[in-house]
């Protein structure tokens, strides 16, 4: 079954440490995406890619760090530079649309905890 | 004021109800999204519309570009329906809105 695969589900960290979220998926989609949900907002926009070996920032990337240096793969970096890291993160793809974004598809999330 | 915007915040049904969501939105759009949140956290796309109206099974999704209005019907609800809804804006850039949580009971 195609799909995007999240992990670790959760995850505890502790001040001034660096944790990486993995996202695979095997979709065969060009587009990826990076976001972060906290309670009572909507989904933010961290980062994402359009094409391997290239990704542009979203409305909150301060902290956070990604690369893709594969089609299938998308991993965020939450840095100790992240002032307020403890959050739910959603990775996402769709094939490369052109009037608009396509169908969504999410990963079943990450929830981060710093202690 | 949030670009998109859903109401209501909170929804509880009888099973068995008909349910209504509803999404405005203020920027231009060429396709609006509308998802749902399962208790678990991971995220499913219902139905990405530009124009009319879709229906998968029971639930309806229209859109009326010229009031920048969209709604979600949920027909004949079940327990299984509870979960969160959420709409978004693709402009491409997608705008989420805060979501609508829906409970619905036996």
């Known amino acids: 079954d195609g799909g995007i695969t999240q992990s670790p589900k959760y995850l505890f960290r502790k001040e001034g440490q660096n944790v990486t979220l993995s996202c695979e998926q095997n979709?065969?989609?060009?587009?990826m995406y990076w976001y972060r949900q906290d309670p009572g907002q909507g989904l933010r926009l961290i980062y994402y890619s359009q094409i391997v070996n290239d990704f542009q920032k979203g409305d909150i990337a301060e902290g956070y760090s990604v690369s893709r240096e594969k089609k299938e793969s998308f991993p965020l970096t939450v840095t100790s530079a992240q002032k307020n890291p403890t959050a739910f993160y959603l990775c996402a793809s769709t094939p490369l649309g052109t009037a608009n974004t396509g169908e969504l598809f999410f990963g079943e999330g990450s929830r981060l905890t710093v202690l | 004021k949030n670009e998109v915007e859903q109401s209501p915040q909170n929804l509880t049904a009888q099973e068995g109800e008909f349910i209504t969501i509803n999404c405005s939105y203020s920027v231009g759009i060429s396709a609006l999204h509308w998802l749902q949140q399962h208790p678990g956290g991971g995220i499913v796309s219902l139905f990405m519309l530009s124009s009319g109206k879709k229906k998968h099974g029971r639930l309806i999704a229209t859109i009326n570009i010229q009031e920048k209005h969209s709604s979600l019907h949920i027909t004949a609800s079940h327990p299984r329906d509870s979960a969160v809804y959420i709409c978004?804006?693709?402009?491409?850039?997608?705008?989420f809105g805060t979501g609508t949580r829906l409970q619905v009971f036996p």
């Open positions: 979709l065969n989609h060009d587009a």
């Open positions: 978004a804006a693709d402009q491409p850039k997608l705008i």
